[in-house]
């Protein structure tokens, strides 16, 4: 290492050891509500099981038909963002979020071949009842724009990415390796599946 | 020649690695907590989910039985297993939630160690539906401990995320442990440990029916 890259290494750690919370600007130019758009569904256990069993799913059914929801998806969030704000839909409750990891999970653990616009139209309405549940935390100081930009743009990020990773996963041409990737996704599936099982339970209960 | 190079080489090290830093930098000092949900307890149910299978010792060697023996019986046992098994259980989780009461929870759950160790000490070979009826049993048995214990966690949803993945990656290492059937040595120190864990489960049955009695 030469004396010039020792010497950035070493201001960037001095950097890091000084660092402290910045309660500054970035709020006050209002663009915080961009983040608290995007951070706040992934803050939310049932959005992330949510979230990550569509991807899976959609990701585990091949490209050709995942790739719609990377349009579809956000979409829905938008949708559900607006009629949680212009109609006070706010949440379906706890034993819809519950029917929807069953449902999402044991499409995985039985490996379905649901066909696109099933897939799409699935996606959709997940989208719009976990948009409408992120409307109900909007703050009457928040920037509603720039809240469903962040909420869109996490959307698209998540779905995305958990589609591309499950598929690299899967990886379909990869030849004798595929038999029990395929299980190890649908074992995923079947947790999933239990974990709403036990949900929906919970929610009928109280 | 070399010295250049290396001195070359270093400069285009740095001078790529100065923007990532700033970059990184920038991130570090930009990053702000998310002030959204505030789920309650969210990582204390999820540690007491995950760690509800582990510390109880009857449910730990038997989800590791289930594991070994699925492997021992083959395909399909060793892939409709961990698929399945998690839903089985779930359904006596939801018994359990709703307090719904199964006959002496103690002395089967127990009885199922025992029960599976002698089958994975004696590599027994069941048909696949008489397995799976077998296997089903005690996952609802071991459920409904399980799901008992949901209503009074402070996050239901994270306790039960711990529990069923807890669950899963015992049978994956019971899984993993069954392989090594595939050496003459390796079925015998499997056939061993089903024997030490049919041995914990007379052990522990012994116990429950003394506090039953």
């Known amino acids: ?206 | 020649m070399t010295g250049n190079g290396r001195t070359m080489s270093s400069r285009v090290v740095s001078s790529r690695a100065v923007p990532g830093l700033l970059v990184a930098m920038a991130a570090l000092v930009l990053a702000q907590p998310a002030f959204a949900h505030e789920q309650v307890a969210v990582g204390g149910g999820l540690v007491r989910g995950l760690l509800h299978p582990l510390t109880g010792m009857d449910h730990l060697i038997a989800m590791v039985a289930v594991g070994i023996w699925g492997a021992q019986l083959g395909a399909p046992a060793i892939w409709v297993l961990p698929i399945t098994f998690p839903m089985v259980m779930a359904v006596g989780g939801v018994l359990g939630v709703l307090r719904i009461p199964l006959p002496v929870p103690e002395v089967v759950i127990a009885l199922s160690a025992l029960v599976l160790g002698a089958a994975v000490a004696m590599r027994l070979r069941l048909p696949f539906a008489a397995a799976a009826v077998v296997v089903a049993v005690f996952a609802v048995f071991h459920g409904h401990a399980h799901g008992a214990e949901l209503p009074g966690s402070a996050n239901p949803l994270a306790y039960g995320v711990g529990f069923v993945v807890a669950t899963g990656l015992l049978h994956l290492c019971g899984i993993m442990i069954g392989t090594l059937t595939r050496w003459p040595a390796g079925e015998r120190l499997i056939q061993g440990l089903g024997v030490v864990i049919a041995a914990l489960g007379c052990y522990f049955l012994a116990q429950s029916l003394g506090a039953a009695a």
Request: some cysteine.
């Open chain 1, 1 to 206: 290492m030469n004396f010039r890259l020792a010497r950035v290494w070493i201001a960037a750690a001095m950097l890091f050891a000084r660092v402290e919370a910045a309660d500054a600007h970035i709020i006050a130019a209002r663009l915080g509500d961009f983040y608290t758009g995007a951070l706040h569904p992934l803050t939310d256990l049932q959005d992330l099981i949510l979230w990550a069993a569509m991807g899976v799913l959609a990701g585990s059914l091949g490209a050709a038909k995942g790739r719609w929801l990377v349009l579809v998806f956000p979409l829905g969030l938008l949708a559900g963002l607006v009629l949680g704000r212009v109609f006070g839909v706010v949440s379906a409750g706890p034993a819809a979020d519950a029917g929807m990891i069953l449902v999402l999970g044991l499409l995985l653990a039985a490996a379905a071949r649901v066909p696109a616009t099933l897939l799409c139209a699935i996606a959709f309405g997940l989208a719009l009842m976990r948009g409408a549940a992120n409307a109900g935390d909007l703050g009457p100081e928040t920037d509603r724009l720039l809240f469903a930009a962040g909420l869109a743009c996490a959307g698209y990020a998540a779905i995305t990415l958990t589609m591309a990773l499950t598929l690299t996963f899967r990886r379909l041409d990869g030849g004798p390796a595929v038999a029990w990737r395929g299980i190890a996704i649908r074992a995923v599936g079947g947790w999933i599946a239990a974990i709403g099982l036990m949900m929906m339970g919970f929610a009928l209960a109280t």
